[in-house]
């Protein structure tokens, strides 16, 4: 098992280790590593897409896709000591928390479920989102997306009425361009083809996140930090944000991972019709609870908040 740079591997001559970010792999290395080797030769069968999603919402967009992919196979394992200190019930044993990377050949995507919330140290946030990059770059992923819920509650990100079926929004990173394109000019009477760079095309749907629209708001942690260094790496990034009435709205994440479809290419590959019924009858659940809990505080007469009550911060709900 070899070291890559910026990275632990979890296995050393002391056994298992837990570092800033230690990752297992759960299969073989070499031979998975040719794997993806030749499929970036194969490039007239499409690129390597990663999508990510961290907690508390974000996670809910790979771990279903990864579920529906009928070849998807788990190949790491990812560990930090900077996880909450605890282990989980699986099944019938317990273990030390960590994320999960799965790849599918056929569609050529690897999702990274993010299981467990960094400590609120931004030392961690960074350390993890760069060794992730790192890793994404090494697996040859081409394309990268984050995924996470905002609220667009208060000016400037308050939508207009005409925007109002909005259903997610999307930042693009530094160097996000779909590709190169010809751009047909004439220099003394003589056509020349001109290369110029082409930025993905917005999709009915969504929005572009600008200085403009978001004002003061951000992103917050690795659904930002994530895209920010694997841009810097030459990988094309963009995090997407599902629009909600509320943080943890189940509709918002089915209205980013139809984002991730349209914006990756893979609208036609990915069958999620079951997924995104299945997160509109979770909304209509969280929703009638939250319904019962402020009627029955009406009723008893108590000031309190409940659910979604709260103004939204100055960053973007992921």
């Known amino acids: 098992m070899s070291v890559s740079v910026g990275l632990s591997v979890g296995l050393s001559e002391r056994g298992f280790e837990v570092g800033e970010l230690s990752f297992y ?5 070499g031979e998975f590593r040719e794997k ?16 990510a999603g961290f907690p508390p919402m974000g996670n809910i967009v790979p771990y279903h896709l990864k579920e529906i992919l009928e070849d998807s196979e788990k190949v790491l394992s990812l560990y930090s000591c900077d996880f909450p200190p ?23 995507l690897f999702c990274y479920v993010g299981k467990y919330p960094e400590t609120d140290i931004p030392r961690a946030s960074y350390k993890q989102a760069e060794c992730v990059a790192r890793l ?17 509650m208060q000016e400037p990100f308050k939508f207009k009425d005409e925007e109002a079926r909005v259903e997610a929004c999307v930042g693009f990173f530094e160097g996000s361009k779909k590709g190169k394109g010809k751009e ?3 220099e003394k009477g003589k056509e020349k083809g001109k290369e110029r760079e082409r930025e993905k095309e917005i999709p009915a749907g969504v929005k572009k996140m600008t200085r403009g629209i978001i004002g003061r708001y951000s992103i917050i942690r ?39 479809k349209k914006l990756s290419g893979l609208e036609s590959e990915l069958e999620t019709t079951k997924v995104e019924e299945m997160l509109e009858e979770g909304a209509k659940a969280v929703e009638e609870r939250i ?7 009406a009723y008893q007469g108590e000031g309190v908040e409940v659910g979604t009550g709260a103004e939204p911060s100055q960053s973007m709900y992921v």
């Open 25 to 29: 792999w759960n299969v073989d290395e």
């Open 36 to 51: 993806v080797k030749n499929l970036r030769e194969e490039k007239e069968k499409g690129k390597c897409i990663l999508v």
């Open 86 to 108: 605890m282990v989980e019930a699986r099944e019938d044993e317990f273990e030390i928390p960590h994320d999960e990377i799965w790849f599918s050949e056929q569609k050529r």
């Open 136 to 152: 994404t770059k090494e697996l040859g992923v081409k394309e990268l997306y984050t995924v996470g819920v905002i609220v667009p």
């Open 184 to 186: 047909k000019g004439k």
């Open 222 to 260: 690795k659904t930002g930090l994530l895209p920010g260094f694997a841009s810097k790496l030459g990988i094309e990034s963009y995090a997407i944000l599902g629009v909600g009435k509320y943080p943890e709205d189940l509709r918002a994440c089915a209205g980013a991972l139809r984002a991730f």
């Open 291 to 297: 319904k019962k809990q402020r009627e029955q505080v």
